[in-house]
């Protein structure tokens, strides 16, 4: 059975728990603390990076959340999470690299940047520019790849639903939000979503994982 090396409170690692839900794939679920679990011997062995998530699908490993979701995909075809026509399968993988290189990365600003600090303001600027390209390429499609759920949801929403955790809302984006309502009903979300308690606790991790790396430089 295919071994699911992940922690709750990773972002990452929600993206391809969300990814084996929808596909109704069976897996082991392990579970890293990230308070000294990955950077154990055997867990180095698999990802010499340390970070969350890996999978282990009989004697081949995986690592990144991107890749992971893309052999998962090629290996379960069905349920498919990614279209075949060319122009929606262009939108999905935009949509996945923005959330990952454009939204994401000014999320985590918000989290640890005070409001009046020059960060704070440009990526809060950045988010609104993310949020109104989405809500252009959404249109009047329920998902991103049109009428079903794909990749680029799963990525996209993951990361966005760290939003409601910070004080911006999605009034001022209908199609974005009414997108993410309607993630937020699909039953392998409600039981993936972070809870108040895990949110404090990833921040807590993340600031001492931040002030580790900035110490190795």
Request: hydrophobic share 45%; no cysteine; charged share 25%.
């Given at each position: 059975m295919l071994k699911f090396y992940y922690n709750s409170?990773?972002?990452?690692a929600r993206r391809v728990w969300l990814g084996l839900l929808e596909k109704?794939?069976?897996?082991e679920p392990i579970l890293m603390r990230l308070n000294g679990d990955q950077m154990q011997s055997e867990y180095l062995g698999l990802n010499p990076f340390h970070h969350v998530p890996v999978i282990v699908d009989g004697d081949f490993r995986v690592i990144e959340s991107l890749a992971i979701l893309d052999y998962l995909e090629a290996k379960y075809p069905i349920p498919a999470l990614s279209p075949k026509?060319?122009?929606?399968?262009?939108?999905?993988?935009?949509?996945?690299?923005?959330?990952?290189n454009e939204l994401l990365p000014k999320l985590i600003t918000?989290?640890?940047?005070?409001?009046?600090?020059?960060?704070?303001?440009?990526?809060?600027?950045h988010i609104d520019i993310v949020l109104k390209f989405w809500s252009e390429i959404l249109g009047d499609n329920l998902y991103f790849g049109g009428d079903s759920i794909s990749l680029a949801d799963i990525i996209a929403g993951t990361d966005i639903s760290m939003l409601k955790n910070i004080d911006i809302g999605l009034s001022n984006y209908p199609r974005v939000n009414?997108?993410?309502?309607?993630?937020?009903?699909?039953?392998?979300?409600?039981?993936?979503?972070?809870t108040e308690e895990e949110l404090k606790?990833?921040?807590?991790?993340?600031?001492?994982?931040?002030r580790r790396k900035n110490r190795e430089k």
């Open positions: 409170r990773s972002p990452m109704g794939i069976e897996f026509e060319p122009q929606a399968l262009a939108t999905v993988k935009i949509v996945q690299m923005v959330s990952s918000l989290l640890f940047e005070n409001e009046d600090s020059p960060k704070y303001v440009h990526a809060k600027q009414n997108w993410l309502q309607r993630l937020m009903q699909r039953e392998v979300w409600q039981k993936t979503e972070l606790q990833f921040k807590r991790v993340f600031m001492i994982l931040n």
